[in-house]
């Protein structure tokens, strides 16, 4: 069906705020300031630090050494096109580069502009941001590039003091990811009867339950349900318990004053579906036991856009909600004790 | 060998065809492997008395993706379940050692991986260390190439070592219907390809691939009931090195392998078939020599994880492959691996044997 999405693209996008502990955050500093340290622990210097000695799992300590900016590749890869996490847009190689000073090594990009010009071995200092763009993250060094002069970093391997208090204690990243999710058979059965107006669900021929929205199984008994099993519910039913949801804001939240969320439990159904929205009632007044009925959009108004795996269940924009019928509640001790 | 109430055995095993690209869900998937092993042991649902799975939110791109993936398991009445968002063989292990608690008898392992939905050339940054990697956009090819070129400086192996790794996996995965990749390959024409990351080809990779799999446990003589010849786990170990590899003191050989397979007492005996969880080929070259295992042991005849790589599903398979050695094939001792995290991180080995 036309109307039916098959394929969904998500992005998974969010940023977040790390805490950087004394061993990090020294390093960081550091780094803001155009030096690279490492720390000495179990009797080699390991850059950039760790918290622990990884041999011992002893605290590494506060033994600080200057290391680099030149250092030597030893194993090496190339990236021929980088993707959307890749700090450069073009090839570039990464490598394991053991600084001047420090006993193991760091991974890092090597940009040579060829895949020809890397090789174990070579000599390379780091390029680092311009001190204002420069955060304390271990992207302040953009790349190496082949050293201009190979012989040994000045002041490589000498202790390094650090200041009392430390200028960056915490570090912005964030995730960036994208997902394509296609649509299970289930979903697109759900969503073509949501088009025509009609909410179906499945019955089990084993316990007689009917499940709305279908899940393609009944878990209860955990047997396959298909298009066989499908039954039509009317639009109608029970509100059989909610929730008042007070927003915070956080990135996507575009609600700002409290909102119900109620479990609905259609005639004939013996599954609720879920985060239904009552358009009708304040959300003070929202109780269990009002009878409600669904509120379609217009025809030329639905879009299953919306309607994913992830949203079983969901009217998305083809139900806008569901409205009071008038009828007197139901006792509220009915729908005490489901758990579904 | 006559069986203790302390030994336990794998008495089933199904995995769902893999598939480059399902329409199904993990939860689909969960039921129908589920459905399939417990109808293979003849049991009801309700004689398991431990339920685990093994998947992971950030491959299908679903939050809590395991809830939903319970409705599978059929929990009314409730039942007795448990997760790790590691594959599947990890999930295994939980179950061994929920089963070692004695006051159970059949437990039942998952593994599920939705795969395709997420793209594994960048996915995996988001798992690797967050100060010194993730910022890089590191992934986890370019940690493999790392492993690798090391590997060929060292003098251990050639880009042509790897090829042959992947011909012959993928001749082996001719005979498993549950093969992905497979066929007759050269390996002059593999070695004509293009690098994806120096020294890496495209067939050195893993492939994507949704699957589910699923085994069921027993304890004792139970065992007996479920599966005319169990085979019966005489060790297991799983171990676990730095996460950076840049501070492990020589990626070209598997530290936490050779100790969980001394652990899992690999070396008591010959080994007839070993499975190997070897995501990148050349791996597999540093997996034998860490195991100890020598010409007389066959590697990887269902094609290994070349021949298909659900992430979270592909260990769990090792797992039932090397089983069905002993299950099916007669084997007497087989060997069971799994990898997880970057450069071969940890390793879970594990040992099977049959009556004899």
């Known amino acids: ?340 | 060998m006559a069986p203790t109430e302390n030994d336990i055995a794998i008495v089933g095993f199904a995995q769902l065809p893999p598939e480059r690209r399902t329409n199904l869900t993990e939860s689909d998937l969960v039921l129908r492997s589920t459905r399939e092993v417990i109808a293979q042991v003849g049991i009801d649902k309700s004689e398991i008395g431990f339920t685990v799975s093994g998947s992971c939110d950030y491959l299908s791109g679903q939050g809590f993706s395991f809830v939903q993936n319970t409705d599978a398991y059929g929990m009314v009445p409730a039942i007795n379940e448990s997760h790790v968002e590691m594959d599947g063989a990890f999930a295994m292990y939980e179950a061994y050692v929920r089963l070692l608690q004695g006051d159970i008898d059949i437990a039942m392992a998952v593994g599920v991986g939705k795969n395709s939905n997420s793209d594994p050339s960048t996915l995996f940054t988001v798992e690797f260390d967050p100060y010194y990697l993730t910022p890089l956009g590191t992934d986890t090819w370019t940690l493999a190439a790392l492993q690798a070129r090391a590997l060929i400086d060292s003098g251990k192996a050639t880009e042509r070592d790897f090829a042959e790794v992947v011909a012959r996996n993928r001749a082996n995965a001719k005979s498993n219907p549950f093969a992905q990749v497979k066929g007759d390959y050269s390996v002059d024409e593999l070695l004509a390809a293009d690098y994806v990351r120096n020294p890496l080809r495209r067939h050195d990779l893993p492939p994507t691939t949704d699957q589910a799999a699923a085994v069921i446990l027993a304890r004792g003589k139970r065992a007996y009931d479920l599966c005319e010849r169990p085979a019966w786990i005489t060790g297991i170990d799983h171990r676990i090195e730095a996460h950076l590899p840049t501070v492990r003191k020589d990626i070209t050989t598997s530290v936490s392998t050779r100790l969980a397979a001394e652990a899992a007492g690999v070396g008591k005996g010959p080994i007839d078939v070993a499975e190997i969880h070897a995501p990148f080929s050349f791996q597999e070259l540093i997996l034998r020599e860490s195991l100890g295992l020598d010409a007389s042991t066959e590697v990887n005849p269902s094609g290994g994880a070349l021949a298909a790589h659900s992430v979270m599903t592909v260990g769990l398979i090792r797992v039932g492959e090397a089983a069905n050695q002993i299950i099916k094939n007669g084997k007497n001792r087989t060997l069971a691996h799994t990898t997880s995290g970057p450069c071969l991180q940890q390793n879970l080995v594990c040992v099977m044997e049959g009556d004899q």
């Not at chain 1, 890749?86 to 090839?91: E, R, S, T, V």
């Not at chain 1, 082949?146 to 002041?155: I, K, L, R, V, Y």
């Not at chain 1, 088009?195 to 339950?209: H, T, V």
């Open chain 1, 1 to 340: 069906m036309a109307d039916t999405v098959q394929e969904f693209v998500f992005n998974l996008t969010f940023p977040f705020t790390r805490t950087l502990g004394s061993t990090l955050s020294t390093f960081s500093s550091a780094l803001a300031q155009g030096q690279i340290i490492g720390v000495r622990t179990g009797g080699r210097v390991i850059a950039p630090p760790l918290e622990y000695d990884p041999d011992t799992a002893a605290d590494s300590g506060t033994d600080w050494v200057r290391v680099g900016p030149k250092g030597t590749v030893s194993t090496w890869t190339w990236v021929p096109e980088p993707t959307n996490l890749h700090p450069l847009d073009h090839a570039f190689g990464f490598a394991f580069i053991t600084l001047d000073g420090a006993d193991t090594p760091m991974l890092h990009l090597v940009d040579t502009g060829s895949e020809s010009a890397m090789a174990a071995g070579m000599r390379v200092e780091a390029k680092l941001k311009a001190p204002a763009d420069r955060v304390g993250r271990i992207d302040d060094i953009i790349a190496f590039v082949p050293a201009a002069d190979p012989s040994p970093s000045e002041g490589a391997g000498e202790p390094f003091v650090a200041p009392e208090e430390n200028d960056i204690t915490e570090m912005d990243a964030y995730c960036d990811l994208q997902y394509v999710d296609n649509a299970s058979p289930t979903t697109i059965m759900w969503a073509k009867a949501l088009m025509e107006g009609r909410i179906i669900g499945q019955k089990c021929p084993q316990c007689d339950r009917t499940i709305v929205g279908p899940r393609g199984m009944c878990s209860v008994c955990a047997i396959e349900l298909d298009e066989s099993h499908i039954v039509e519910v009317p639009g109608r039913g029970v509100v059989s318990n909610f929730t008042i949801v007070t927003p915070t804001p956080y990135p996507g939240q575009t609600e700002t004053e409290p909102f119900a969320r109620c479990s609905i439990l259609l005639d004939g159904a013996d599954a609720v579906i879920a985060q239904q929205e009552i358009l009708d009632v304040p959300v003070s007044e929202i109780r269990v036991g009002i009878h409600v009925e669904v509120v379609w959009a217009p025809e030329n108004e639905r879009s299953a856009a919306d309607i994913d795996n992830r949203s079983r269940g969901s009217g998305g924009d083809i139900i806008v909600g569901w409205r009071t019928t008038g009828e007197p509640d139901e006792p509220a001790a009915r729908y005490l004790d489901r758990m579904m």
